[in-house]
């Protein structure tokens, strides 16, 4: 079992930026897929973007552009850089591993998950 842990979060204006954190205490990022997910009040878990073992990324389209993942190897870290950001960012933003081949956009497909960071963007 992969233990995750999620940083970074905070309020900030509209237009501002944040670098949310995702640290493993179990297997190496290189070796997994890992997803960015978030959840805002009274709304599903929605995805946000994912990098593969690989190191291809994808993105939602409410997403592309101002958001990137990235993965440090040496730390074993996943990263979401978040510019530009809007009010309708605001939600409790998780990071979520899997060790095998899956739709990366569902948040059913992934095995564990962090707790969560809360990002507020306020306009």
């Known amino acids: 079992q992969v233990q995750l842990t999620e940083s970074g979060g905070g309020l900030v204006q509209a237009g501002g930026s944040l670098r949310l954190s995702c640290a493993s205490s179990?297997?190496?990022?290189?070796?997994?897929?890992v997803g960015w997910f978030r959840q805002a009040p009274g709304q599903e878990r929605e995805f946000v973007a994912a990098?593969?073992?690989?190191?291809?990324?994808y993105y939602a389209d409410s997403v592309k552009g101002r958001f990137t993942i990235s993965r440090d190897n040496a730390k074993n870290a996943v990263y979401l850089q978040m510019i530009s950001l809007k009010p309708e960012d605001t939600a409790v933003y998780y990071c979520?591993?899997?060790?095998?081949?899956?739709?990366?956009?569902?948040?059913?497909?992934?095995?564990?998950w962090g707790q969560g960071t809360q990002v507020t963007v306020s306009s």
């Open positions: 990098l593969i073992w690989s190191g291809s990324t």
């Open positions: 979520a591993t899997v060790g095998r081949p899956v739709p990366l956009g569902t948040a059913g497909s992934y095995d564990d």
């Open positions: 179990g297997r190496s990022f290189s070796l997994l897929h």
